[in-house]
């Protein structure tokens, strides 16, 4: 059986970094193409950024381009996302998510995705 477990949420101000962190357990990671949502409450989980699973294909959301970057550590079954310049409206709870399609790349629908995590909080104070 696949877990995914997230790490590394909190409560930060304005303009501070967090790291996020996701092991992926019990599957071949390094066969997943990895992605990261968010949930703010009374919204619809939104796609925010996802890694192929060689690590040389990324893509972002447009709200986040140029604050967020994804890496992955396949020898430690590992998807970080560090996240800098954090705002008020990136408040909400972070999930990991792994695709296990054969095809190599990236996906910004959450159909696409077979495993997830419980999710993180993250909340950024003005």
């Known amino acids: 059986q696949v877990h995914v477990v997230e790490s590394g949420g909190g409560l930060v101000q304005a303009g501070e970094s967090l790291r996020l962190s996701c092991v992926v357990s019990?599957?071949?990671?390094?066969?997943?193409?990895m992605g990261w949502f968010r949930q703010a409450p009374g919204k619809e989980r939104e796609f925010v950024v996802a890694?192929?699973?060689?690590?040389?294909?990324?893509s972002y959301a447009d709200s986040v381009k140029g604050r967020f970057t994804i890496s992955r550590d396949n020898s430690k079954n590992t998807v970080y996302l560090q996240m800098n310049s954090l705002k008020p409206e990136d408040t909400a709870v972070y999930y990991c998510?792994?695709?296990?399609?054969?095809?190599?790349?990236?996906?910004?629908?959450?159909?696409?995705?077979?495993?997830w995590g419980q999710g993180t909080q993250v909340t950024v104070s003005s």
């Open positions: 998510a792994a695709d296990r399609r054969i095809a190599l790349g990236t996906s910004s629908s959450n159909y696409d995705y077979d495993y």
């Open positions: 019990g599957g071949a990671f390094s066969s997943y193409n």
């Open positions: 890694i192929s699973r060689n690590g040389y294909i990324t």
